[in-house]
């Protein structure tokens, strides 16, 4: 069976964005409504400028008690954050988000058109621990080139 692309797994392809100046309540309440747990940030041309998480919000709104409504996303969110083509393979995609410690890819064309987001949760399990068993053999290899 051949291993599924990102671009085949996202569970929504519609995308959640606000621009820069929007504050961090109103992406909050565009996450809620989406029912998803990031906003990508974007200038007036639709190009990506960051991305807006859960995570961010905890971590940067709600643990350092700054006000959502005069926070804005451009304060808080992660600038030029990495992304995937959409042939980008799953357990490939699955293993950037383990080495870089995060749940929520953009997934951009090779003319810059923003596709969708990639979610750790639109992987599959045996997906993930495709992911897990090359994570491992790369930190095996590793190992082996520095003994």
Request: glycine share 4%; aromatic share 4%; with cysteine.
């Amino acid at each position: 069976m051949t291993e599924r692309t990102v671009i085949e797994s996202i569970s929504q392809s519609h995308v959640l964005s606000v621009q820069p100046q929007a504050s961090a309540y109103d992406a909050a309440c565009v996450m809620t409504k989406g029912r998803c747990g990031s906003v990508l940030i974007v200038d007036a041309g639709g190009a990506m400028l960051g991305i807006l998480t859960e995570r961010d919000l905890m971590i940067k709104i709600v643990a350092k008690r700054r006000d959502p409504e005069t926070t804005p996303v451009s304060d808080i969110m992660t600038h030029n954050p990495h992304f995937i083509s959409p042939e980008t393979t799953v357990s490939d995609a699955v293993l950037i988000m383990k080495r870089h410690n995060f749940r929520h890819l953009p997934i951009i064309s090779s003319t810059s058109r923003i596709l969708g987001v990639f979610s750790i949760r639109d992987a599959m399990a045996g997906e993930l621990v495709e992911a897990e068993s090359m994570a491992d053999l790369i930190d095996q290899q590793f190992t082996n080139v520095l003994s």
